[in-house]
């Protein structure tokens, strides 16, 4: 079996905060990965590593060995990390973990507890849940691909800011590059969710004794998901406790909750979709889901975030995936409960009927986000087909018309032995050429 290996981090001062750096090895590749935090202090220990890099490596199947000892809890827990990956998805091996537990260093109690906090729905509805107990929010930047752009994540992280000093909570802003080596081996919301936010968690351990992950989904719900209450608190060490928060609520209950909140209703966030530094674009299909509960709690007006008013029509013609006939049914059961809208019972009906059946069984939902998987994969080799297909395509192009020059010089030179000079240049000039398609590339 092959060995992803962790060296031994080096905790230095970032740009925004303290920054700790591993390097990796997994076979031949290297990788240096990094986290830095806006404030400290942060863990000097391998246990951030070893939470972002173990799920890549069921799926490698090699054993990981960091070069410290690691919390006794997480390394006695790891094992069930893999049971339950690999009861979801076969494509997963378990794998050992070479190390040794580290002695239990004692903590005073002064240390804080946080929640993960992004402006979006579930994380609102943590804060203002355990409000009176957390005492700092914790945002991370690499949880969305899109504030990689510098406009957006600047926009953004100016909402999350404003959120945060409203709620009167300090905000721990989070970067890292770890999706950047996962991202070859898993999905990152079917696989890696939980892996991520408890590496976060397990690296501001010397800050927070304990911080919430928001649940995605409710109890009326559950399946195989990258975040999960079987998943989340194995991560958690003899250092920090990671609870998975949340699923006592399905979501248009918790929009309900938020709705009472004006903090959260002029800084919401819910959308994937917008590329523009704005909100939520009103228009896809979680804006109009997120748009369609606000309305049932009343709160739609209040709500100052999305770009366009909400389009009815455009939530009937949604067509979701079987994981979101869930949230569909959770929504049409919340409208009954609580009020009367033709309109937009009609539209969430149809739009459950457009959808077909949801998935009952956890089998049913592992072998749908196997086929998911599977198709993105396929996807991936049919793009790498067609690549490898234009390459030989310019290939063959370049063979023609080297053939080409090559009859062109034959008859110039045969045409051109009255001026020997003229010719001598023409044949510099062709071995030129010829020399500049052979020379490799740099």
């Keep these: 079996?092959?060995?992803?290996?962790?060296?031994?981090?080096?905790?230095?001062?970032?740009?925004?905060?303290?920054?700790?750096?591993?390097?990796?090895?997994?076979?031949?590749?290297?990788?240096?990965?990094?986290?830095?935090?806006?404030?400290?202090?942060?863990?000097?220990?391998?246990?951030?590593?070893?939470?972002?890099?173990?799920?890549?490596?069921l799926r490698a199947a090699t054993s990981v060995r960091p070069a410290l000892p690691i919390s006794g809890r997480l390394l006695a827990s790891l094992p069930?990390?893999?049971?339950?990956?690999?009861?979801?998805?076969?494509?997963?091996?378990?794998?050992?973990?070479?190390?040794?537990?580290?002695?239990?260093?004692?903590?005073?109690?002064?240390?804080?507890?946080?929640?993960?906090?992004?402006?979006?729905?579930?994380?609102?509805?943590?804060?203002?849940?355990?409000?009176?107990?957390?005492?700092?929010?914790?945002f991370v930047y690499a949880y969305e691909p899109r504030l990689l752009d510098p406009e957006t994540r600047a926009a953004h992280i100016r909402v999350v800011r404003s959120a945060a000093a409203e709620l009167g909570k300090p905000l721990i802003e989070v970067d890292t590059n770890v999706w950047s080596f996962a991202d070859p081996h898993v999905s990152f919301h079917l696989h890696y969710i939980s892996s991520l936010l408890a590496s976060v968690a397990l690296l501001l351990a010397p800050r927070l004794r304990k911080i919430y992950i928001p649940s995605t989904w409710s109890y009326t719900s559950l399946f195989p998901w990258g975040s999960h209450p079987l998943l989340d608190p194995l991560w958690s060490s003899d250092d920090v406790e990671i609870v998975h928060d949340g699923l006592a609520r399905m979501r248009p209950q918790k929009v309900t909750r938020i709705a009472a909140s004006d903090t959260a209703l002029r800084h919401l966030r819910v959308c994937y979709a917008s590329t523009k530094p704005t909100l939520n674009c009103g228009r896809c299909e979680k804006c109009l889901r997120t748009m369609a509960a606000l309305r049932m709690a009343g709160a739609l007006e209040r709500?100052?975030?999305?770009?366009?008013?909400?389009?009815?029509?455009?939530?009937?013609?949604?067509?979701?995936?079987?994981?979101?006939?869930?949230?569909?049914?959770?929504?049409?059961?919340?409208?009954?409960?609580?009020t009367e809208d033709p309109a937009l019972e009609a539209a969430i009906r149809r739009v459950i009927a457009t959808g077909g059946e949801a998935p009952v069984l956890v089998e049913d939902r592992a072998r749908y986000l196997e086929y998911q998987w599977n198709r993105n994969r396929a996807a991936l080799a049919d793009a790498t087909a067609r690549a490898d297909a234009a390459e030989a395509r310019v290939a063959e192009l370049e063979h023609r018309f080297g053939t080409l020059h090559h009859r062109f010089v034959e008859r110039a030179d045969a045409g051109l032995r009255r001026w020997p000079r003229l010719?001598?240049?023409?044949?510099?000039?062709?071995?030129?050429?010829?020399?500049?398609?052979t020379r490799p590339t740099q």
């Design 423 to 437: 010719r001598a240049a023409v044949r510099r000039v062709a071995l030129l050429f010829a020399s500049s398609r």
């Design 303 to 338: 709500c100052t975030t999305f770009d366009v008013p909400f389009d009815v029509d455009a939530l009937a013609a949604v067509s979701p995936g079987p994981e979101l006939l869930y949230a569909y049914r959770n929504l049409l059961r919340h409208l009954h409960a609580t």
């Design 1 to 57: 079996m092959s060995e992803l290996r962790i060296g031994c981090p080096t905790v230095s001062a970032g740009g925004a905060g303290p920054r700790t750096t591993a390097d990796v090895t997994l076979g031949p590749s290297s990788h240096r990965l990094w986290y830095e935090a806006s404030t400290g202090p942060i863990a000097s220990g391998c246990e951030p590593f070893v939470a972002a890099t173990f799920v890549p490596a």
């Design 80 to 138: 069930n990390v893999a049971d339950v990956l690999c009861a979801w998805d076969p494509l997963f091996r378990r794998v050992a973990v070479e190390a040794e537990a580290a002695p239990v260093a004692a903590t005073g109690d002064d240390r804080g507890i946080g929640s993960f906090f992004s402006c979006g729905v579930d994380s609102f509805d943590s804060v203002l849940t355990h409000r009176d107990e957390i005492t700092a929010l914790v």
